[in-house]
């Protein structure tokens, strides 16, 4: 008999996104009576703006018509977003079209690009961190080796003594809601430089950065080209997490044939993204579709200050919430997460996420989304207040 591949049995059920969403959904059947409020997994909560709902009608109709018909598109996306994102996003960094690649979302970009590199790389994942890096590893047969970034660190991915080919990091940060400065983002482009090291920088929430220091692009760092690949999703700022779409940049620097071997490995593995949800990306570029974008994200980044403020109230520590639609709560009781989560579930009707889905360090802290509405977000702090108030 065929046997089933191993490694894919290093995902523990028990500490996974699917595993809380199917508490939760088993939860709501059996309690059909109850309203739930969920702050918890990052989906978002406004509709897509109406300039891009317009280009896919738009597209919709291409099809319908001989002249205009689409039928399979370029594996590496069409070069009207290409075109698009490269002027809109990365002027100043001069890339070519060979070295962007359009996708259908950062999820799996983000694991697949391990098809990139040697099997034997050496891959360090921060602890704790965004999960499907290390399940995308896992499937991918590659070992995985964590590193700290902890409280203690101020949750800053700690930069290694020892050798690593591959290293994953996500600004802004999932789950922590914190996103790295500039001065830090050197360091670990020094050592990727150091270590003839790849960074694969995970920047699927740039849309929420504010602060001066941040960069909205790895680029804008010194020597990044020469060892950075950046992952971007159009999922959170034009509400894509239904239609699918992101991008991603493999800068020629990085070593000699790089995009040419990754278009081989494409070109056999993907038939390109969707052309409706390409001609959606497209119009995010549009004066009127940044205005709506800039509104929709202040409004998230309102939600997001309005949950920290109130569970510092509290008397709760919180991290993140400046750069990121997320906040990271400790948890001041002596509970681990899975118990505060079955906590708010069974007790308040709120869902939020248990940090342990994060990692072992994630164990006493949870993680809660401001990407919610801003009425969902007023009632579950009503029922949060009432719980601890009335304590
Ligand atoms: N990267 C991070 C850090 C995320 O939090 C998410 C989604 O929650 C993704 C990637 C997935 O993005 P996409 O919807 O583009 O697959």
Redesign the pocket.
């Known amino acids: 008999m065929a046997e089933l591949n191993k490694d894919l049995f290093n995902i523990k059920d028990e500490n996974e996104f699917y595993t809380a969403s199917k508490q939760v959904r088993e939860y709501k059947e059996s309690h059909p009576d109850k309203e739930f409020l969920s702050l918890g997994i990052?989906d978002v909560s406004k509709p897509i703006i109406k300039p891009v709902i317009e280009a896919m009608h738009k597209a919709v109709d291409d099809l319908s018509s001989m002249e205009t018909f689409k039928g399979y598109g370029p594996s590496h996306g069409y070069d009207f977003l290409k075109e698009a994102i490269l002027e809109n996003e990365y002027k100043n960094f001069s890339f070519s079209k060979d070295e962007i690649y359009i996708s259908n979302?950062?999820?799996?970009?983000?694991t697949s690009i391990l098809e990139l590199f040697d099997k034997d790389s050496k891959i360090c994942i921060a602890n704790p961190l965004?999960p499907?890096y290390k399940n995308g590893a896992y499937a991918l047969s590659r070992k995985i080796t964590y590193i700290k970034a902890d409280e203690e660190n101020d949750f800053l991915a700690q930069i290694p003594d020892e050798h690593f080919d591959i290293i994953y990091l996500?600004s802004p940060?999932?789950p922590i809601g914190i996103a790295y400065t500039k001065a830090y983002l050197k360091k670990w482009i020094d050592y990727a430089v150091l270590n003839k090291a790849v960074i694969l920088y995970?920047n699927?929430?740039f849309a929420f950065i504010s602060s001066e220091d941040v960069p909205k692009s790895i680029y804008e760092i010194e020597n990044a080209k020469k060892v950075c690949i950046e992952?971007r999703?159009?999922?959170?700022s034009l509400s894509?997490?239904g239609v699918?779409c992101?991008y991603y940049i493999i800068p020629n620097e990085i070593c000699e044939n790089i995009n040419s071997i990754w278009k081989k490995r494409t070109i056999n593995r993907f038939n390109g993204a969707d052309y409706i949800a390409q001609k959606g990306a497209e119009a995010t570029y549009k004066e009127e579709s940044q205005k709506l974008i800039k509104e929709n994200i202040l409004d998230y980044m309102k939600h997001v200050r309005t949950l920290k403020t109130f569970f510092q109230s509290l008397g709760f520590t919180v991290f993140g919430g400046e750069d990121s639609p997320f906040i990271w709560v400790k948890i001041k009781e002596n509970l681990t997460s899975w118990e505060i989560f079955h906590l708010f579930l069974e007790k308040l009707n709120v869902i939020i996420t248990p940090g342990i889905i994060f990692g072992k360090e994630g164990d006493k802290f949870f993680r809660v989304s401001g990407l919610a509405s801003e009425e969902v977000i007023n009632e579950a702090m009503e029922r949060i207040r009432a719980f601890y108030e009335g304590k």
């Open positions: 990052g979302g950062t999820k799996i970009d983000t965004y499907i996500c940060n999932n995970d699927a929430y992952f999703s159009f999922s959170k894509f997490t699918r992101s």
